[in-house]
């Protein structure tokens, strides 16, 4: 009897084994668009898994929400969404200047995830899917705002340093910029309102904005050197805390959101509206009809905005990902598997599975 229960968990187990195994192997083999639920059969706690692990990092240090939801957006705008942002190495995107908006606490919170998946279920998570639930559960920590993430990307195996300077939309971009910037990402230009509205949480280096300081330095008045389109009580402010020669190595930083910093919520427009946009891309909104339009209707209404900024995020989140066979799940978020390492994961469960039958 004590046999025959021992053979039938034996057999269970194998029999999960091969179901676990072939879904994967079925996973890997589905081309087309990502799927919410994408690892609902594969590793049904992926998703709550990663979200634990977002909350207990906010918990400790809440600058991990904003560094995740920028990390997301970097991501998705070099080389699509496919965890490229996340690779380590001497010129990959992480060395490149718009780094500056890259959390180290960030990039800890997704090898903390990755652990925690590849415990339960090796192999079967990739890193651009663990950011793109990490960048919702961050939304959900800071404003309540969530949505569905449909998943199913793969690791890419690449990261070019200059590639995040020519992709991301820089601080200094006018209204047509940031509009054929985000089209040329597949995103239309209230999109582009609506993801800038991320600038309500998080904070910024004196060099993204000092221009609008000093615009003339040979002109002693303070009123004179500031960017009209910026609030002088702003900008004065701002001047005291930030020198004409700031650099990209200065590690003074402000918040980019003066009315509700720590809130993920539509009252970045507000400041918009009231010249207290940190950036020259951000008063951009107000320079152009059909995006000002935009800005006075997501300020008018904070539920329409956070609905409308969840589908802007899935939306964002396909752009050019890798799927069914491209690409790879990664074991190490900071580095491309070596050769071949993916057909030994196979290997070492068949290896398992017959070890398990011959001790039968
Ligand atoms: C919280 O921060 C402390 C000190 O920085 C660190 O030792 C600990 O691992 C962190 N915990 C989590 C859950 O991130
Ligand atoms: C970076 O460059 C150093 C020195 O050239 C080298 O030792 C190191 O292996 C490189 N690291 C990576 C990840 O390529
Ligand atoms: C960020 O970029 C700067 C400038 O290229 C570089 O010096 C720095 O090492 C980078 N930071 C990281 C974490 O790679
Ligand atoms: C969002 O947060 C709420 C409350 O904190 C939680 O109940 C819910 O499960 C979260 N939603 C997602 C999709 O994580
Ligand atoms: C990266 O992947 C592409 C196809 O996805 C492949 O052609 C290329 O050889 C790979 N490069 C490296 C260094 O693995
Ligand atoms: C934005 O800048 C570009 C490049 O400098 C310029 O061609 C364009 O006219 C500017 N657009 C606006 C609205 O100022
Ligand atoms: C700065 O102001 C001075 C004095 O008004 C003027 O002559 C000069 O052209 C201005 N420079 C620029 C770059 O606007
Ligand atoms: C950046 O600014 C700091 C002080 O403001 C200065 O010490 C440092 O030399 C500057 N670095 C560069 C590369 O200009
Ligand atoms: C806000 O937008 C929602 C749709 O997203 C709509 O149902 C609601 O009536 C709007 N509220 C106001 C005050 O306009
Ligand atoms: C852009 O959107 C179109 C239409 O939705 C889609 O067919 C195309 O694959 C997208 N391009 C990328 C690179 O994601």
Redesign the pocket.
């Known amino acids: 009897m004590a046999n025959y229960n021992s053979l039938r968990t034996k057999l269970t187990t194998m029999l999960k084994l091969v179901v676990v195994l072939s879904l994967s192997l079925l996973a890997a083999g589905v081309n087309g668009e990502l799927n919410v639920g994408f690892y609902q059969n594969t590793c049904p706690n992926a998703e709550s898994l990663i979200q634990q692990a977002v909350s207990d990092a906010f918990a400790n240090n809440s600058g991990v929400a904003p560094g995740l939801l920028r990390m997301h957006f970097h991501d998705c705008f070099v080389r699509g969404c496919d965890g490229s942002v996340l690779l380590d190495g001497n010129d990959t995107e992480k060395t490149s200047i718009p780094n500056l908006s890259l959390r180290s606490v960030a990039f800890d919170l997704i090898d903390d995830a990755k652990t925690a998946v590849e415990k339960e279920c090796p192999g079967i998570v990739s890193c651009a899917d663990i950011l793109a639930f990490a960048a919702r559960d961050s939304a959900n920590l800071t404003g309540g705002v969530t949505w569905d993430v449909p998943a199913g990307r793969r690791d890419g195996n690449m990261s070019i340093a200059s590639e995040a300077l020519t992709n991301l939309p820089p601080p200094s971009f006018n209204a047509t910029q940031l509009v054929d910037r985000f089209k040329e990402k597949n995103l239309t230009a209230e999109e582009m309102v609506l993801l800038s509205g991320a600038h309500t949480l998080g904070r910024s280096h004196c060099v993204s904005f000092t221009k609008r300081l000093y615009q003339n330095t040979s002109i002693p008045d303070s009123a004179a050197q500031t960017d009209p389109t910026l609030s002088l009580a702003y900008a004065d402010l701002l001047r005291n805390l930030c020198p004409s020669n700031s650099n990209a190595t200065d590690t003074v930083t402000t918040l980019m959101d003066l009315i509700t910093p720590n809130t993920l919520d539509n009252k970045y427009y507000l400041g918009v509206m009231n010249n207290l946009g940190l950036f020259k891309s951000d008063q951009a909104l107000m320079t152009q009809d059909d995006l000002l339009a935009f800005v006075q209707e997501f300020n008018?209404?904070?539920?329409?905005w956070a609905?409308?900024f969840g589908a802007a995020m899935v939306q964002m989140g396909r752009f050019d990902v890798l799927e069914g066979t491209n690409g790879e799940i990664r074991t190490n978020c900071r580095a491309v598997n070596a050769a071949n390492s993916n057909s030994a994961t196979v290997k070492n469960l068949l290896i398992n599975m017959y070890r398990n039958y011959e001790e039968w």
């Open positions: 008018a209404n904070a539920t329409e609905t409308k």
